[in-house]
């Protein structure tokens, strides 16, 4: 019983696994069978990658060949593009240039708005493209460039380099001016790009291609610039000496205005416009004009507190203004006001300085010369008294033969200020030897030992010395003996012509014989024996100055004005001879 109860036991337990394994069995089955779908979705998708790739492949084979045939049509188009350069070119100028832009609509059709350049081409004006081959940007207004036969642009060249001379009058906006052409023509011109980027001033010359009407260049001519120098002049009151009452004058009436203006206008007072300094040749005329516009320099710095500040000293040589051509005199004096103006502009003084006056703005109607005074003198008195002010221009002029300027010009309101340079007297010349005789300059042993080893004490003696043997009345320097209309004869001496420049010369003199006694002796210093002698020689060479035809003439240039000269004798040679 027992036995067959445990083999019934082992036969369910045999029946038990059996079950299971059979479901294991399933369960593995069912993993392949989604196992092998899942193999057959990867080999699809493998086919569908390598049916991609081919695809790809070909493309790639495609766009190579695409870009093969685009780089023979690129190297063809620059082939003919190049071609398009071969010779015959027509010239041409630009004077235009039209970035690409749309058109607005109504006014232009798209192929106006492409890029181009207006041109001059065999007199007249044409809109042209610009070769792809070249940059756009670097084409500039005045330009020369090529056209080949389709009138294309495919060169630029340099700029014209000769054209009609002409005159800038005023300069407009937009880089504009108005010129004066040949025939006092005014035309509106147009500036080039080379003259752009430079400071153009009324009255500077400019070349212009009268094709285009474009200014290309400037041009520096020599004869207004050596008719005006607008450096102020390094020149001090204290380099004048024997005129301290005419400084103090010239002070007074010119820069107290500019010092004190709010005082002019609270006073109702006006600055005069104009300056007379006359008197004899050599008298420092022309050093105290220099002196004018340094000091005006000067104050301009200090009341501005800039040292940038300056004045401006414009030097018209009077005979060099004339010219033959008509008008060309009057011409040049718009141009050099007109200058003066534009240097005033900014507040800071301007002289213009006449000198040799009378050459220039003689009496209307003497008959003397081509009586070009008719038109150069009104000419003067339109820009001292015209609609544009002065503002800041102070007009000096100098002459020793005042007698001969029109009244006009010397009417107070325009040359209002009239200051007579005289010669100087003792005391001026001492005063003008001490500009020249300082104890810098090598002095003789002798001549310093004598003072006791004082230089100054020297120096001072020595002009002393120097001014008496100049100005004695003793017989040896009696100069002219001068016989009047009225029968009164007087004699005149050798200091009734001394002036800044005869001192100046005694003092050259005296330096050259110093050093060529150096060079011959050996011995070194100034002695009062050259300054002595220098003073007799510069005398003997004065002896025969004077004009015996025509004394009246000679006495108004000389300085000695009064009663008429019958006669002039010398009395140089007569002392010799006795």
Sequence with gaps: MATSGGRARRSVKVGRITVSENNEAQRVAERL???ERQVNLLRDKNRNLDKQLAGISGNNQRLVSLLEQTREQIINLKSALEK??????????????????????????????????????????????????????????????LLNEALVVVAGLGYEQTGD?????????????????????????????????????????LTIDS????????????????????????????????????IEAIQDSVELPFAHPELYREHGLSAPKGI????????????????????????????NGNTQSRSYFLNIKGPELLDKYVGETERHIRL???????????????????????SLFRT????????????????????????????????????????????????????????????????????????????????????????????QKTVARMISDTVEAMYSTERINEFLEVTYVNGQVEVLYFKDFASGAVIHNVVDRAKKHAIKSLITTGERGLKMEYLL??????????????????????????????????????????????
């Excluded at 607008?230 to 009151?237: A, C, H, K, Q, T």
């Excluded at 300094?277 to 710095?301: D, E, M």
Aim: proline share 5%; aromatic share 4%.
């Design 364 to 455: 209307r109607g003497t008959g003397v010369s081509s009586d070009v005074e008719t038109t150069i003198v009104p000419q003067l008195l339109a820009e001292i008294d015209g609609v544009e002010r002065l503002d800041n221009v102070i007009v000096i002029g100098a002459s020793n033969r005042e007698d001969m300027i029109d009244p006009a010009i010397l009417r107070p309101g325009r040359l209002d200020v009239k200051i007579k340079i005289r010669r100087p007297d003792a005391v001026g010349a001492a005063e003008i030897f001490g500009k020249y005789l300082t104890t810098d300059l090598p002095l003789h042993e002798d001549e310093v030992t004598a003072d006791g080893g004082e230089r």
């Design 276 to 303: 007379l300094l006359y008197g004899p040749p050599g008298c420092g005329k022309t050093l105290i004009a220099k002196a004018v516009a340094n000091s005006l320099a000067q104050r301009a710095a200090a009341r």
């Design 84 to 145: 398009d350069g071969d010779t015959p070119f027509s010239y041409g100028t630009i004077v235009a240039k039209h970035p690409r832009k749309h058109p607005e609509p109504g006014t232009g059709i798209e192929t106006t708005a492409v890029q181009a350049v207006d041109v001059i081409y065999s007199g007249r004006k044409m809109r042209v493209s610009i070769s792809p081959l070249l940059d756009f940007d670097k084409f500039h207004i005045g330009q020369q460039v």
């Design 211 to 246: 094709r285009t009407g474009l200014a290309i260049n400037r041009v520096q001519l020599t004869d207004m610039q050596s008719l005006v120098l607008e450096e102020v002049p390094d020149i001090d009151y204290s380099d004048i000496g024997g005129l301290n009452s005419q």
């Design 33 to 35: 069978q989604v196992t």
């Design 336 to 358: 050099i006001f007109a200058r003066a103006r534009e240097k005033a502009l900014h507040g800071d003084p301007v002289v213009v300085f006449f000198d040799e006056m009378e």
């Design 165 to 205: 001379l002409v005159t800038i009058k005023e300069i407009l906006e937009h880089h504009q001016a108005v010129v004066m052409t040949r025939g006092d023509d005014q035309r509106v011109i147009e500036f080039a790009e080379p003259l752009r980027g430079e400071h153009l001033r009324v009255g500077d010359q």
């Design 533 to 578: 002698r220098a003073v007799r020689e510069e005398f003997a060479e004065h002896e025969d100055m004077p004009n015996t035809t025509n004394p009246d003439d000679w006495a108004r240039i000389s300085g000695r004005k009064g009663e008429r000269i019958s006669h002039i004798r010398s009395l140089v040679n007569q002392k010799g001879s006795k």
